[in-house]
């Protein structure tokens, strides 16, 4: 990365809401990170000359960098009164703020911790919906929670990126959700190879670089000439 795009980087900010005596499951989490990055992308604010237009636009130019952080109690009551957007699955919550620069971080966001994201599921999630989006998870790696919620919003992004009007229209019909679910390691297989859009991490925290983290699969991107389409470099966090 040159200084220029250093000194210009953007990042995501992800908060989680994981209150001590009812924490999210693991899989609601990593959907509601998902659902939080296209509802941001599909905001009127984030296109055209919307408040956030300029950020999302200097973002996704230089990378989709993003980071999770956690917060409960009051912190999450301050995190609400910055601007962003907040979504709902399941038993997550989860807000998504506008990019910010990597090196200035609003107060209330830069005081809450990266660390602590290590939910877990219950039980085994069901089968993925029939004819909506899934992100599949790399069967091989071993990630915290909050590394792959960002890793499924960068799936979610490309998946985004790889649809034309017509399907983003359907696609919002359906509430944008996307199920996220790990492969078996035959399914893996193939996925790899499908040319599906796939995350391929950049390696700043917890994987090695270029790591295939997930691929984003629907039916809509199967079909002839849906592939990703960035507007800038994918640099993953």
Known sequence: ???????????????????????????????AAALAVLTLLDDPRAAGDGEWAEPVGAWETLGIRKVVRRARGAEWRRVLDLP??????????????????????????SRLQVSGTDLTDPEEPGPAPDGGAVLWVN???????GKTMAQAGHAAQLAWWGSDEEARRAWRERGL?????????????????????????????EIAPGSCTLVADAPWLRGAGFRPAAPGPLRSA
């Not at 040159?2 to 001590?20: D, F, T």
């Not at 038993?91 to 966001?109: G, I, M």
């Open 139 to 145: 069967p091989a790696l071993e990630m915290s929670a």
């Open 1 to 31: 990365m040159s200084e220029m795009e250093a000194n210009g980087q953007r990042v995501l900010p992800l908060v989680v809401r994981i209150e001590r005596a009812a924490p999210p499951t693991r899989t609601d989490a990593l959907e």
């Open 84 to 109: 962003g957007i907040t979504v709902t699955s399941g038993t997550a919550e989860v807000r998504v703020h506008p990019p910010v620069p990597l090196d200035d971080w609003p107060r209330d966001l």
């Open 177 to 205: 959700t996307c199920a996220v679910r790990t492969a078996g390691t035959g399914r893996w297989a193939g996925l790899a190879d499908s040319g599906l859009p796939t995350v391929r991490d950049a390696g700043f925290t």
